[in-house]
């Protein structure tokens, strides 16, 4: 069930990598800095995003799937910033899809 989700969501030629996958491939990552303004009662820490790496490993794009939007953004900021080793499939590099799970110390 969750391969088919996975190859749903995906357009053909784009695997989908686990976040723990995509964790042994983070070479190089900052910390996203939280709002000064951010009221911290009543939300959530945790943002998850939906994340591309190209064949070179940069992150090309950073989605808000769920957490408040003001974390989201700073979340999405620094995750852009981030480099990976690329994903090797059939000996060549690919672009692929994973989810990014960012929690903010508060």
Same mark, same amino acid.
């Given at each position: 069930?969750?391969?088919? $989700? ?5 357009? @053909? ?7 723990? +996958?995509? /964790?042994?491939?983070?070479? /190089?990552?900052? $910390?996203?800095?939280?709002? @000064?303004?951010?009221?911290? +009662?009543?939300?959530?820490n945790i943002v998850m995003l ?5 064949? !070179?490993? /940069?992150? /090309?794009?950073?989605?808000? !799937?769920?957490?408040?939007? &003001? $974390?989201? #953004? ?5 995750? !852009?910033?981030?480099?990976?080793? @690329?994903?090797?499939? #059939?000996?060549?590099?690919? +672009?692929? +899809?994973?989810? &990014?799970?960012?929690? =903010? @110390? =508060?």
């Amino acid at each position: 069930i969750f391969g088919a $989700l996975s190859a749903a969501k995906t357009p @053909p030629g784009r695997p989908y990598i686990s976040s723990l +996958e995509a /964790q042994m491939l983070l070479m /190089q990552s900052a $910390l996203p800095i939280t709002p @000064p303004l951010i009221r911290k +009662e009543g939300i959530s820490n945790i943002v998850m995003l939906d994340v591309i790496i190209d064949v !070179l490993g /940069q992150v /090309q794009s950073a989605s808000i !799937l769920s957490g408040d939007p &003001v $974390l989201g #953004n700073a979340a999405r900021a620094a995750v !852009l910033g981030w480099r990976y080793r @690329p994903y090797i499939q #059939n000996g060549r590099a690919v +672009e692929v +899809e994973t989810t &990014v799970t960012v929690t =903010f @110390p =508060f």
